[in-house]
Structure formats: structure tokens, C-alpha cells
């Protein structure tokens, strides 16, 4: 600990500093011969006043690691004891870390300083002026000061915090660059990030966080997205930023050299480990026996010598795990002096025998895939934002940024702490497991039959910024799109439906002014071809009212909302009519629809009235191309559609049963259809594609290029470059990574393409049969073991009888998975419920030399149906078998079905199926939700991809584009 009477006081610090805690001891440190000083904050418990009274923390976890075997993240078969993985970084840990880094075999320093090396301008980009770089863990600062020097040269105003756990290498490595860089001021805060992390809560200046090397892969995938929630939660604010360090799955070969070097330095500093728990443990005693009685330290409670280091790599899971394992029988002897709290922590104070062979879990080093970072950011409600990979594509820097608000309330991401190798954790119980499918194959828990709390809370902070903030208050009369009403109407609309349904469910009058719940209950869908005809809707008001009216109404909505959720909670007891849950469930995914449609409006706009909800860089477009892959379906004739057991009749006035899964009108009742083998391309059309399209078009002299121009792009000038709308800005199409998004055009626009290559769209029988047969394929095949699943995929093979053989090893029926309701096999990296602002690009070839380990594990190709857009198919908005209008809402559907007779007009309703960007989960994983839009209507998100009859004899290829 640095004592702070040897150093002067850093008052001229204070600008700088955000908020240091009272009490805390803040010194500045100067090098004997310069004037320039850094400032010195210490956050350890250590350093605490009267912290002999007490038990200090790492002692307990040394004391419960190895008096107690649990499943730990690294093996869900078997206990193990275990010590923290911070004790490898004591002043001698860190030394021969550092000397690790320069070892042939560990290629993560190398990649990190290639990537800062060539990506370094890229990255201080993302940094503004007037800003803090925060560094976790800054060790010895060999790499950071690649980004030091840029920011430098590039950046004024700039406070960079270095923490660490240990004062040496902090006051080692900040005296010397102190004085290199005079545009920085360094600061230096020592403790556990727990500890130190309170020094940002009250912050105003923006921020940017490293955690650079690979230290994330120390932790657990659930321990990842608990402790990144926490930063996102308690350290950051809109538009806040971390930059973190991921190594990526490679050869294992590669992984296994990498943490067992030739020279033996990994084995040193794994052991040291023990050393210096011996070192904790013993100045600890003494510091007890300073107050009890003068005795001799005590003996060390591992004998070194007795251990060794192992490892061993999990390729499935991309874990590294690293034990300490005893090379013959020995024995943990706790201080006698420590025997009253080893009493209190584990129950008794026994020596603790260690047979030979016997390992103690020290660190995992986990490896990430493609799909890693998304799963990341949407766990800890962050946005994946870029990443900057090293030549060989071995590690990247990635950069997540906190977004004004996220659709996603994370419960069932942090439930998942502990899980064996998912960030979503596995299916636990019947349940959550209906298929009784192996306890390894990843799925999400079906949602709540009624959205609790939190739900509606980031469901009304995503709306909020949209109406709010994205569309000016000045706009808000405007009306970008002539088929619907100005933005103010919707405004109104959320919370009048909503609080209709409120009152229905609770039997009592509506919210006032009264008024509100006629002018906004229902809005418009006209006829494009004719607008006068339109279904009823709400009468228009001669002048809207005023929008702080409208807010203030909008609050006692919620605030009803709220109320009711809180009294029918699920662990109140208090169970709700079917009848008045159905009510608040429809008012629920109502807002949800209506946060898709505000948002395909704003759009619209002109680009340079929206205000953009979280600053965004598009990657450049360096000629990726997407992969032209097929696969295919047998089908077969008891395809099911549609939802069951959700007759809104039959459940008139019954309580709520537990699990019930509620539906609109057109999702029932279920039926059975015959579907022919069919096959469909992996990825949908993109603007990359489509532009190639239009440019071939143009250049046959086709008349009906304008019309076919969708209203998704803003042409830039008249060579034919055109960006693509979003409410995050414009990307160009042909220099970005827009290019490979999927194209949002009209149904109309797409059945023009899919005649132009020779194909066709799916059928809503088509479409759903293959995304439910091919997420739940893609799971058990990731899950499977190769022992299980020996056959393998072949590319001549259809995706259905794949599932079916992969089922039959574990006994099960497929045509089970089809009952099913909810989807819970979505690839958990969908692009839904605002997981970025804008579309992803579309699954990309990978670069010749890169590690191929995510698509080698079943050989099923890669495919997204869920997610970025919704497609469209070619099945007309029709009723199902026996269908019955809802009572609550007769309108809903039965006002949109067309007659088969208007099938080519452009004012008839066509099927889309999926989700986009906007989607609420809920609605994305229900695979029974259908949505529906009129064929020539070209403002929604929607894209579609190429379907055609009969088994395909396609071989993959890359399409080349524009």
C-alpha cells in the first residue's frame, strides 16, 4: 500500500476526476525529476480502516474454494475445489504474465499488437474529446501504449484511468508515462474492479472502457454477461463505451501450445498461485496473532512443490481450463489462529486431505465464436458495435456501446450464471423440456403468459426514444407516409388501446379525458389503390391535442399498467381471468406492433431532422459476398399451423392456467397442411444484390426501374449509388457493410426479382416448416456428440430428415417439436427486439485462412430466419380453418382478409413470416405469430429470400455482386 504521507495532495487533479469516493486515499506521485505527477486513488478493502475486524474477502474465497467441490463452469460432470483466479496476479504473476506475452507460443500478444498496430486510427475514432479511458487490469501497459500514442496525437482533453489490484505496476508503469504523453492526464486507482468501478456512478464525462488482452475469457459466459450488466448498469451511460479483447476458436492445437509453453513459464505462473495464497494466508495469521498473542507466522498450507499445472481445451465450448493438480497425497493444514473462521464459513475447521491426482480449478480461458458477441451484448444490454481483427483472425478488439434503451429485460440471460457452455443456459426441467431432449441442447425458457414489469418498462423505454427522442417534438405533426397517420396519433393511440383493454380486464371506467380513448383507439391501413376505402377507424379531432396533454395521459396509463402487474404478479398468488389476462396481453404486444410502425415512418424522414438514439459506425464494404447456399425439405402432409389451445370462447371467464400461451385471432385453430420438398436458399436477398438487379434492369432498357427502386434506399446521385434509411444514418450501399444487409422491399418489388433469376417466394406452409425444422436441427446437431451424431449432414440430404435421424438417437418424435408454440431454438445472436438499431449483415464468406471451427461442428450450413427483416411469402392473408374473430378485438384480422379474386391487385394482404430489428422477442419466438401487409406496400421491413420446388442439386457458391 502507498502511504500518503510520502506524497504531496493532487488538488489540481479534481477537475479530472469524476467523483472519487470520500475517505479514499488520493495522492499524486511525481518522478524525482519531472513536475509532472499522476494522481493515485486507493480502493482496496485492505487499505480500509479497522479491516482486522473482519475477515478479509480474499481470504474467505480462498477458504470456500477448497473447503467445497461444486460444478463449476469449466465441467458440468464433475466437482471440483477451486481457488480465485485473481490470486494469479500478484506482483510475481504479473512478471512472468508479462514474460509469457513474448513466448512464441502465446500468439494473443502478437494478434493484440497487430490489430493496435494497424486498426489504432480506427479505434481512437470511437473515442470523442473532453473523454475517459478507463483500463481493467492495465498490467504493464506495453500494449496500451500503441492507443496512448494516438490518442495523443489525435484526441485533446483526455483522462486515462489505469487500474490494477496490485500499487507496484500501477506507480512502474505510470511514472514513466506520465511524462511521456503531456496532452493525457494519467490517474491510478488501486482495487478489484468492484471496488473501483463506484468512482464512475456519478461521471458526466463520456467514457470509454478497455479490457484488452483476453481477461474476459476468465470468466464463465453467464459470469461475462452478469459482470458486463453491472458496468452497463452502474458505470455507463447512453452512448458510453467498452472495447474488449476476445480471443476467437481456432485450431486447438494452436489453443493447447499457446497455455503450455516450451519454456515452462505458464507452469510458473499457474503454480505461483498457491504461493501466494501461502503469502495471504500467513500475513494474515499474523496479523491475528499481532492481536492475540506474539507467536511465529504460520507454516504454509500448501506445500508447492506437491503440484503441478494442467490443462485442457474443450473444443465444443471453446474453454481452455486450467488446474492445479497434486502430483502425490498431501494435506491443507488451516493456522490455528484461522480456525474460527474456516469454523464460520464452512462448518468446521478440519485439515483437508488432497489424494494424488486430485486437481483444483484455477482459470478458464474462454474462446469465442461468431455468434459470441452478439450473445454478449444482448445479455448485458449493450450493442455490438465493431470489431477489429488481427491478419489471421485468431483475436479481435470488439467495441459495445450502451444504447439510450434495449427491448431486452436480460432476466433470463443473468438466470443463466453457472450454465455448462451457453450464455442461455440448457433446458432443466420437463417444463422447459417438453421434447425431453439432451440436457446439453441450448433453449430459452418459454416467456411468462403475462409480460411482467420489467418488460413493459423497457418496452416503454424503447418507445419513448423513438417518439421522443429519434423524431423531434417539432415533427411530431408530420406525416412521412400518406397511408397513415402523423406521428402525434400514435402517441395518443399506445395508451388509449391500452388503457380500453385496462379497463375491460379490471372492469371499471377509463383513464380521463375520455375523450382520448375515441380519438385514438384505432388507426388506418387504406387502400392503396383507392385511400377512401379504408375499414372504421377513430374519428380525427378537428386539432390534436397538445403533446404534454398526451404525455400526462400516457403516465396514468401506465401507471394502471403497473399497478395491475404488481397485484398479479407471479409470486403474489393473485391469478387473473383468462379474459383480463388476454386484455393486457393484447395491450402489451400492441405497443410492440405499433414501435415497428413508428419506426419504418421515422425512416422516412428527412435523414437529417432524426436523432440518432446511439452513435454507430458502418463498417467499410471490402467485397465480402454472401454465401449462395441451398438446402432442402422433404416436407410431408402433417405440417401444423397455427396455435391450439387458445380458444378466446372456450376460456371465457376461467382462471389463468399456469404456461398458457395466448395468440391473436388469425394464429387458430390449429390445422394441418401438405407441403411439397421444396428448397430455399440460406440468406435472404440483400441491397447489394438487388442493386445488381436494378443496374441489369436499367442497362436492358426495362420502363419499371423506378417503380421497382425501394423505399428503403435514398438515391445519391445518378450513377446508381444509394444509401439505406435507418434512424442511425445512411449508409452507402456500395462502399459499406450495407451492401450485405437484407434488402426491404415490397412484396410486389420481390416477386419482380424472384421472376427475373427464375424463382419464386415461399409459402407461409413452406416458410414456417423450414425455420422451426432448421433451428431445432441446428441446436441438437451443435449438441450432439460425434459418437451420436456419426452420420453427420449431407448436403444431399433434406433438413427434416436430418432432425428426424438426430431425434431418433434420442427416441424422439419430430412431429412433437411442431406443436410447440414458441420457438425457443432462434439462434440466441438473432438481430431482434433492438439488438442493434439497424440490420446486420447477412452471413459472409469467411477469408481463406480463417478458423472454420463454428460451421465444422454439424455441417448443417448457416442459416437466419429469424431476425434483421421479415419475409415476405406468397400465401394471401387468409383465415384458417374454423376461424372465429376475436371478441375483444372483432377487427383485428377479419378486416384485412382479402378474397382470393384480388390476388394480383397491389391492395392485398400477403403473409410475412419472422422478425426484424424492431420485433419484440416474444413475437419473434412465437412461430405461430403471422403479421400482414399489402402487397405493393413498400415502407416495411421486410425482405425474402428464393425458394423453388423439389430437392436442390445446388453446390454452394459466392454470388458476385455490383
Known amino acids: 500500500m502507498v502511504a500518503t504521507a510520502d506524497y504531496d495532495i493532487a488538488s489540481s487533479f479534481a477537475a479530472h476526476s469524476p467523483s472519487p469516493d470520500s475517505g479514499k486515499a488520493i495522492v499524486a506521485v511525481a518522478d524525482a525529476s519531472s ?113 496512448l500514442d494516438a490518442l495523443d496525437q489525435m484526441r485533446s482533453g483526455i483522462t486515462y484511468y489505469a487500474i490494477d489490484v496490485m500499487p507496484m505496476p500501477l506507480h512502474s508503469a505510470l511514472g514513466t508515462l506520465a511524462e511521456k504523453y503531456k496532452n493525457i492526464t494519467f490517474v491510478a486507482l488501486c482495487g478489484t474492479y468492484d471496488e473501483v468501478l463506484t468512482h464512475f456512478k456519478k461521471a458526466t464525462r463520456r467514457k470509454t472502457l478497455l479490457w484488452l488482452g483476453s481477461s474476459i475469457g476468465n470468466n464463465s459466459r453467464a459470469e461475462s454477461i452478469e459482470f458486463l450488466s453491472s458496468i452497463t448498469d452502474n458505470a455507463l451511460v447512453a452512448n458510453d463505451a467498452i472495447i474488449i479483447g476476445m480471443d476467437r476458436k481456432k485450431d486447438p492445437d494452436v489453443i493447447m501450445a499457446a497455455y503450455h509453453d516450451s519454456e515452462g513459464l505458464t507452469n510458473q505462473f499457474e503454480l505461483n498461485a498457491l504461493s501466494h495464497v501461502n503469502n495471504i494466508i500467513s500475513e494474515y495469521t499474523a496479523t491475528l496473532k499481532g492481536l492475540i498473542a506474539a507467536d511465529s507466522v504460520a507454516d504454509d498450507i500448501f506445500d508447492v512443490e506437491k503440484f503441478c499445472y494442467t490443462g485442457d481445451y474443450d473444443e465444443v465450448v471453446g474453454r481452455h481450463s486450467a488446474y492445479l493438480e497434486a502430483r502425490e497425497d498431501t494435506m491443507i493444514s488451516w493456522p490455528r489462529e484461522l480456525a474460527p473462521a474456516v469454523e464460520r464459513i464452512c462448518g468446521n475447521s478440519s485439515d483437508i486431505a488432497i489424494k494424488r491426482g486430485e486437481r483444483i480449478y484455477i482459470e478458464s480461458s474462454y474462446k469465442y465464436g461468431k455468434e459470441d458477441f452478439e450473445i454478449l451484448a444482448q445479455g448485458s444490454g449493450l450493442v455490438h458495435s465493431a470489431e477489429w481483427s488481427d491478419s489471421r483472425s485468431y483475436y479481435s478488439l470488439n467495441l459495445f456501446r450502451k444504447p439510450r434503451s434495449t427491448m431486452s429485460p436480460r432476466t433470463d440471460v443473468t438466470a443463466a450464471k453457472g450454465a455448462n457452455s451457453n450464455f442461455w443456459g440448457s433446458v432443466e426441467s420437463r417444463a422447459q423440456n417438453p421434447l425431453h431432449l439432451p440436457l446439453n441442447v441450448m433453449a430459452r425458457k418459454q416467456p411468462s403468459t403475462i409480460p411482467r414489469k420489467n418488460e413493459w418498462e423497457h418496452l416503454w423505454s424503447v418507445w419513448d426514444t423513438l417518439s421522443l427522442h429519434i423524431i423531434p417534438r417539432s415533427k411530431l405533426l408530420d406525416r412521412p407516409i400518406d397511408l397513415r397517420h402523423p406521428f402525434i396519433f400514435y402517441l395518443g393511440h399506445l395508451s388509449a388501446f391500452a388503457d380500453i383493454h385496462m379497463a375491460a380486464a379490471e372492469c371499471t371506467p377509463l383513464t380521463q379525458p375520455e375523450s382520448f380513448a375515441q380519438w385514438f383507439e384505432r388507426g388506418i391501413d387504406p387502400n392503396m389503390v383507392d385511400p377512401t376505402i379504408c375499414h372504421s377507424h377513430s374519428e380525427i379531432p378537428a386539432e390534436w391535442p397538445e403533446v404534454n396533454a398526451i404525455l400526462a395521459y400516457r403516465d396514468r396509463v401506465r401507471a394502471r399498467i403497473t399497478n395491475w402487474i404488481g397485484v398479479h404478479d407471479e409470486t403474489s398468488g393473485v391469478v387473473p381471468t383468462a379474459d383480463a389476462a388476454r386484455h393486457v396481453w393484447m395491450a402489451f404486444e400492441h405497443e410492440a406492433m405499433h414501435i415497428e410502425t413508428m419506426l419504418y415512418m421515422a425512416v422516412q424522414m428527412n435523414p437529417a431532422e432524426i436523432c440518432s438514439p446511439i452513435v454507430t459506425t458502418f463498417a467499410a464494404y471490402h467485397g465480402a459476398q454472401p454465401r449462395e447456399s441451398w438446402i432442402s425439405y422433404t416436407g410431408g402432409s402433417n405440417i401444423l399451423l397455427g396455435l391450439h389451445n387458445d380458444s378466446e370462447g372456450a376460456l371465457k371467464s376461467q382462471m389463468l392456467s399456469s404456461g398458457h400461451v395466448f395468440g391473436w385471432d388469425n394464429e387458430g385453430p390449429s390445422m394441418a397442411v401438405s407441403v411439397k420438398p421444396f428448397s430455399v436458399r440460406t440468406q435472404p436477398i440483400t441491397n447489394g444484390e438487388y442493386l445488381r438487379f436494378l443496374k441489369t434492369r436499367l442497362s436492358a432498357g426495362q420502363d419499371d426501374c423506378d417503380n421497382l427502386v425501394p423505399k428503403s434506399w435514398v438515391q445519391l446521385d445518378e450513377c446508381g449509388d444509394y444509401t439505406v434509411r435507418t434512424v442511425v444514418g445512411n449508409p452507402s450501399i456500395t462502399s459499406t457493410e450495407a451492401s450485405l444487409w437484407p434488402v426491404f422491399v415490397s412484396q410486389k418489388q420481390a416477386t419482380a426479382y424472384t421472376s427475373w433469376c427464375g424463382k419464386r417466394l415461399p409459402s407461409e406452409a413452406e416458410w414456417t416448416h423450414a425455420s422451426r425444422t432448421y433451428h431445432l436441427a441446428r441446436a441438437l446437431g451443435k449438441s450432439t456428440s460425434t459418437a451420436q451424431n456419426s452420420f453427420g449432414f449431407q448436403t444431399s440430404q433434406s433438413v427434416d430428415a436430418y432432425l428426424s435421424n438426430l431425434l431418433a438417437t434420442q427416441g424422439i418424435d419430430a412431429s412433437e417439436y411442431t406443436r410447440a408454440a414458441f420457438d425457443l431454438f432462434v439462434p440466441a445472436d438473432a438481430n431482434i427486439g433492438f439488438a442493434h438499431w439497424h440490420p446486420v449483415p447477412e452471413a459472409t464468406a469467411h477469408p481463406p485462412d480463417a478458423y472454420a471451427g463454428d460451421d465444422k461442428e454439424n455441417g448443417l450450413p448457416e442459416a437466419r430466419f429469424i431476425g434483421n427483416g421479415w419475409e415476405w411469402t406468397s400465401t394471401q392473408f387468409h383465415p384458417f380453418d374454423d376461424f372465429s374473430p376475436s371478441e375483444m378485438y372483432p377487427g383485428y384480422s377479419a378486416d384485412f382478409f382479402d378474397p382470393p379474386s384480388t390476388s394480383d391487385a397491389d391492395y392485398t394482404h400477403y403473409v410475412v413470416k419472422g422478425a426484424s430489428y424492431a420485433t419484440h422477442r416474444r413475437m419473434a419466438h412465437r412461430q405461430t405469430f403471422r403479421n400482414w401487409y399489402q402487397r405493393g406496400y413498400p415502407y416495411v421491413l421486410a425482405t425474402f429470400r428464393l425458394y423453388r420446388r423439389g430437392m436442390c442439386d445446388l453446390e454452394p457458391e459466392l454470388v458476385p455482386l455490383v
Open 35 to 147: 513536475a509532472h505527477k499522476y494522481q493515485f486513488i486507493e480502493y482496496r478493502a485492505a487499505a480500509s480502516p479497522n479491516h482486522h475486524k473482519n475477515v478479509p474477502p480474499m481470504v474467505t474465497q480462498i477458504i470456500d474454494g477448497l473447503t467445497k467441490r461444486r460444478l463449476l463452469p469449466t465441467d458440468g460432470n464433475s466437482e471440483n475445489r477451486s481457488l480465485p483466479t485473481v490470486l494469479l496476479y500478484d506482483d510475481k504473476g504479473l512478471n512472468l504474465f508479462d514474460r509469457i506475452t513474448y513466448v512464441p507460443e502465446y500468439y494473443l500478444a502478437e494478434c493484440e499488437i497487430d490489430v493496435l498496430k494497424t486498426r489504432t486510427r480506427e479505434i481512437v475514432a470511437e473515442i470523442p474529446n473532453d473523454s475517459d479511458v478507463i483500463e481493467l487490469g492495465c498490467g504493464s501497459l506495453r500494449k496500451t501504449q500503441l492507443l
